[in-house]
């Protein structure tokens, strides 16, 4: 353990519930093990949560490294590289594990209690300091106060980075971007032009230093108006497809229309049967739910594209049990259904004009083609043809968000919805939560589309209220 070249790394129990390949994402550099995350480890593995799961996971790889491993060889370190499951890569240079084989004493802070377990870690850490010093020893954990800890008794920490999608929430790809002020009028003569049915396309070379995206929104603020999709790119050239104006009520979906133009440039992805996969990120009030719902709706409905709409959310905590209250898995999630419910009543209140009769028939049309389900139950299912709506998406880490989107079948289109400043996990950040993983993930797809919202267009009091309050 005294190679003075690699960092050791001690690993929190926290990390390794958060993420099992954390054991090898640490490159040449050793990591070290203590018998109290052992025993922490040992406590979380019953349940169904996520976390149980990693636990389970951590578990069977731990297993897997020690196997046939005698007391010496433990001691000495055990090679990473063994089990990897990217080990037949030449270039895959991995370095040691260590346990906690005998007891490491080191002094701390009297006011400190030496029974808890986060203080048997720090102690360890500490012990490994004083016995290796010219080694860099580092606390990898995701509990802050852990890190306030460390540092304030001379140990160093680090949070765990590796599950960061992006180093800051504000370089997440918005899915829409501002052309130059003269943009039309400076490229209108380079510009090929045609029509297929109603839709006007336009190839143009991409200028340079510039990087789009497949789907990704070009708007023009000026008086040409000119706003259009990216919808495919190849050798340098864009081809471009004028969009689709939602924001006029002859071309309103199910009574609804979109008020500003990123509401407009979300109808676009929405109402698209090419995109089967469309997230949509803003805070509250920028029409999220009502655009999604509205677009279930007409393409359910008048269009029969979908037979059915699928409603869903992330309940916290996630995974658990939604109760032993009486009824059905739908009743028992109507109560974090309120906004999706708040926004259907929107859509189907009456203008006055239509009989109680009507109201009943079409409320008992919408519950038949309308289903509520919970997450808990959406592992080994396959949806064809579905309309899902996923809201509170931000609640959800990237290996739940990915075995929702797998569950998929032909002719399921899935929408997103979520904010990622108002995450009420305990274990995700706006830089680690599955919405902003996937939307990473899917920006150089051409069957997904993304559009971050801004504009709130509740009502007035709701505007003033975020920008005051």
């Not at 084989?101 to 377990?117: G, N, Q, R, V």
């Not at 049915?197 to 990087?211: A, L, M, N, R, S």
């Not at 109402?271 to 509205?294: C, H, N, Q, R, Y």
């Not at 968000?401 to 995450?423: A, F, H, P, W, Y």
Request: hydrophobic share 35%.
């Amino acid at each position: 353990m005294s190679d003075p070249t690699k960092r050791l790394f001690i690993l929190d129990t926290n990390v390794l519930m958060h993420d099992p390949m954390a054991l090898f994402n640490f490159e040449e550099h050793d990591i070290f093990i203590s018998m109290t995350v052992l025993e922490e480890l040992d406590a979380g593995k019953k349940g169904m949560s996520e976390v149980s799961r990693n636990v389970r996971e951590t578990n069977r790889l731990i297993d897997q490294i020690i196997s046939n491993a005698t007391f010496d060889q433990i001691r000495a370190g055990l090679d990473l590289e063994r089990i990897h499951p990217s080990r037949e890569e030449k270039s895959l240079r991995l370095g040691k594990l260590f346990f906690e084989t005998e007891p490491m004493k080191a002094e701390l802070p009297a006011l400190l209690p030496s029974h808890k377990a986060d203080n048997h870690i720090l102690q360890t850490g500490l012990a490994l300091q004083n016995l290796y010093p010219e080694r860099g020893i580092t606390l990898v954990t995701k509990d802050i106060n852990m890190r306030i800890k460390s540092s304030a008794v001379g140990l160093h920490s680090e949070d765990y980075y590796n599950d960061r999608v992006l180093e800051d929430a504000d370089l997440l790809y918005t899915g829409w971007e501002k052309l130059p002020e003269h943009f039309f009028e400076e490229n209108f003569s380079q510009m090929k032009s045609w029509q297929e049915e109603d839709k006007t396309f336009y190839q143009i070379q991409i200028p340079e230093g510039v990087h789009w995206y497949p789907n990704q929104c070009l708007v023009s603020m000026n008086e040409s108006g000119f706003s259009a999709i990216v919808r495919k790119i190849e050798h340098g050239m864009a081809t471009l497809e004028y969009m689709h104006d939602f924001e006029q009520s002859r071309h309103s979906v199910w009574g609804i229309t979109a008020r500003n133009h990123e509401q407009n440039m979300a109808m676009n992805f929405l109402m698209d049967p090419e995109i089967d996969f469309v997230s949509l990120l803003g805070a509250a009030g920028t029409g999220k739910t009502l655009l999604a719902l509205a677009s279930a709706l007409e393409q359910t409905l008048d269009h029969n594209l979908y037979n059915e709409i699928i409603m869903t959310r992330a309940t916290i905590p996630i995974g658990d049990d939604i109760g032993f209250l009486p009824g059905t898995e739908e009743e028992k999630m109507t109560p974090w259904m309120g906004a999706l419910m708040d926004n259907l009543e929107v859509l189907t209140e009456s203008d006055g004009h239509t009989s109680e009769w009507e109201k009943q028939s079409t409320q008992e049309l919408l519950n038949k083609r309308i289903k509520i389900k919970s997450l808990n139950f959406m592992r080994g299912r396959t949806f064809q043809k579905k309309f899902i709506i996923l809201d509170e998406a931000q609640n959800l880490t990237p290996k739940q968000m990915k075995t929702l989107i797998t569950r998929s079948g032909e002719g399921t289109k899935i929408v997103c919805l979520g904010n990622i400043g108002q995450i009420d996990s305990p274990y995700l950040t706006e830089t680690t939560t599955g919405l902003t993983y996937i939307v990473d993930r899917f920006k150089s797809w051409e069957h997904s589309a993304h559009i971050t919202l801004s504009q709130g267009e509740r009502s007035r009091l709701a505007e003033y209220a975020s920008d005051n309050l």
